[in-house]
């Protein structure tokens, strides 16, 4: 059975994205509530909604269904998973380069979520059955901290933090050439690529995205960097970075044909630092993992003598 809601549009609230306004008001996560905007779960005005950036008007009727929570039907596997830190509410786990974070076609297995479902006594499910415990993720090739709710309550408490921007996102990583600038922020919409739906692009009708940058080091051809996130798109910082005309080394989606490196494993692109108020006592925790040996490798082979 499905859970039906509905609501009639305020004026106060006219001007919304429709994605934003179901989120207020429904306890799901705001990913989730576009994913069933995608799959036809959403009516506006007795019509089937398929923008999750539509602008709602006064007096718009919503309809939302959802489905009745169903048990993971993914397998919990005995896969090594380096935890930094757990309570009662959620987890900070590391996650490898070359590890996808949850099940989907091509990676029926073999996943984060695999591991989680194995290590940890408990995961959250607003997320839908596919993604138990994800707040947020980071791409296979990419390494680091991630955010594991442990429960409902606390998920969507954490998942609101990103929607307010108090989440504390650090990455560095290796980029091609040497910038102009020694800081600077990238403030561009990013949206799915109009002709190739592996990729993001920045586009107008995208949704906003902003990366504050900083040089840490100059290496040679390439540029030791810090990239913290405002938002949370997808590859957000590897569409940002290629955007200045700097990529990250190894990309091989947004990098050039013929890279300066022969990089193996992917990107050197890693999510260092992960900062956030507790969903329950309201701490503040901040946590740091330094990069992959791959990683720190080629630092050491870049830098000037």
């Known amino acids: 059975m499905a859970e039906i809601l509905s609501w009639r549009v305020a004026p106060e609230d006219a001007g919304q994205r429709l994605d934003a306004y179901i989120t207020a008001r429904a306890e799901i996560t705001r990913s989730r509530v576009g994913r069933l905007i995608e799959e036809g779960q959403c009516a506006l005005n007795g019509a089937a909604a398929t923008k999750a950036g539509a602008r709602l008007r006064a007096g718009d009727e919503v309809r939302l269904s959802v489905p009745e929570a169903r048990e993971a039907t993914v397998e919990a596997q005995d896969i090594a998973l380096r935890i930094l830190y757990e309570d009662d509410d959620l987890a900070v786990v590391y996650k490898p380069s070359g590890m996808v974070a949850h099940?989907?076609?091509?990676?029926?297995?073999?996943?984060?979520?695999?591991?989680?479902?194995?290590?940890?006594?408990?995961?959250?499910?607003?997320?839908?059955?596919?993604?138990?415990?994800?707040?947020?993720?980071?791409?296979?090739?990419?390494?680091?901290?991630?955010?594991?709710?442990?429960?409902?309550?606390?998920?969507?408490?954490?998942?609101?933090?990103?929607?307010?921007?108090?989440?504390?996102?650090?990455?560095?990583?290796?980029?091609?050439?040497?910038?102009?600038?020694?800081?600077?922020?990238?403030?561009a919409p990013i949206g799915r690529h109009p002709t190739d739906r592996k990729k993001m692009a920045i586009r107008p009708d995208g949704r906003r995205a902003v990366t504050h940058w900083r040089v840490l080091e100059p290496l040679r051809g390439a540029s030791y960097v810090e990239a913290r996130l405002e938002t949370g798109r997808t590859h957000q910082i590897r569409v940002h970075m290629a955007s200045l005309g700097h990529p990250v080394l190894g990309d091989p989606v947004y990098g050039p044909k013929k890279s300066p490196y022969?990089?193996?494993?992917?990107?050197?692109?890693?999510?260092?630092?992960?900062?956030?108020?507790?969903?329950?006592?309201?701490?503040?925790?901040?946590?740091?993992?330094?990069?992959?040996?791959?990683?720190?490798?080629w630092l050491e082979r870049l830098k000037m003598r």
Do not use: W
């Not at 050197?268 to 309201?282: E, Q, R, Y």
């Open 103 to 187: 099940p989907a076609a091509g990676n029926p297995d073999g996943t984060l979520v695999n591991a989680l479902l194995y290590h940890l006594d408990g995961l959250s499910g607003v997320g839908g059955e596919k993604r138990p415990g994800l707040v947020h993720r980071i791409d296979k090739d990419t390494s680091g901290l991630l955010l594991v709710a442990k429960n409902d309550r606390a998920h969507l408490a954490l998942a609101a933090q990103i929607q307010e921007h108090s989440v504390e996102r650090a990455y560095l990583a290796v980029c091609i050439g040497h910038f102009k600038e020694a800081q600077g922020v990238v403030d």
């Open 262 to 297: 022969p990089v193996l494993g992917g990107q050197l692109l890693h999510a260092a630092v992960i900062g956030f108020d507790h969903p329950s006592t309201g701490e503040r925790m901040r946590f740091e993992a330094p990069p992959e040996p791959r990683f720190s490798m």
